[in-house]
């Protein structure tokens, strides 16, 4: 066991990277390859600690691990974050290919690097929240938030037709995303809470499952690509 908020340090750690390139001076050749350098040793620190995670991991516990719950939004949802043997092999796949996106856009990527670099470490950031939240709001703000820097890379950095494909991009995923967040109002609607943890017991309706399954899964399907 441990008694630190291992799974907020690897959630939130890319964003020093954020704060290290905002630091760093200079638009020549040096200050871009300072900036490339911050954001890929900020990913390699990220997946080493994310080994860490898995280190402390129980395998003969099935349940969720390395729990932490804070009080937000006055006690009626909680800031809480956990893993479970599934959560953590995408967490572990999120910060292990994030250094390999650094890399592949060493020499391709020349013109703004530094808004390049810090908008792939706060989508880690976003991505890891997203696979260690145990309460759906705080699962949804990750998750949407994920928009972001995914429209301004697909926009700014994308082929010939980028800028079609961002809005396009946008405008689906932001569909899907309202499917979404009536799902969760309709499960805190229901069982009285948002805490996945919670939600997993809980008797819902079997027609209402159904009808669950389908907002998640194509608020989930219009991310695919």
């Known amino acids: ?23 760093v001076p200079g638009d020549d050749e040096d200050g871009k390859r300072n900036i490339r350098m911050v954001a890929l040793f900020s990913t390699i620190f990220t997946f080493g600690l994310s080994l860490f995670v898995w280190g402390f991991f129980d395998y003969s516990n099935p349940g969720f691990q390395m729990v932490e719950t ?18 953590l092999l995408f967490v572990i796949l999120s910060t292990f290919l994030m250094p390999f996106c650094i890399l592949a856009s060493w020499e391709s990527v020349q013109k703004r690097v530094k808004e390049y670099m810090i908008a792939f470490l706060i989508l880690e950031t976003l991505m890891i929240g997203v696979f260690c939240s145990l ?87 219009v991310k695919m690509p």
């Open 1 to 23: 066991m441990i008694d630190w908020p291992i799974l907020t340090t690897t959630t939130f750690l890319p964003l020093a990277g954020v704060l290290a390139i905002l630091l």
């Open 70 to 87: 804070t009080e937000w939004l006055g006690g009626a949802i909680n800031y809480k974050m956990g893993v479970d043997g599934i959560s």
């Open 135 to 221: 309460d759906l709001v705080v699962f949804y703000v990750f998750f949407e938030a994920g928009l972001i820097p995914m429209f301004l890379i697909i926009g700014v950095w994308g082929g010939a037709r980028r800028v079609y494909a961002s809005y396009k991009f946008f405008l689906y995923t932001l569909l899907g995303s309202v499917l979404m967040l009536i799902a969760i109002m309709a499960m805190y609607w229901e069982a009285g809470t948002t805490d996945i943890t919670v939600l997993l017991q809980h008797p819902f309706p079997a027609e209402m499952q159904t009808w669950l399954w389908v907002a998640f899964f194509a608020s989930f399907a």
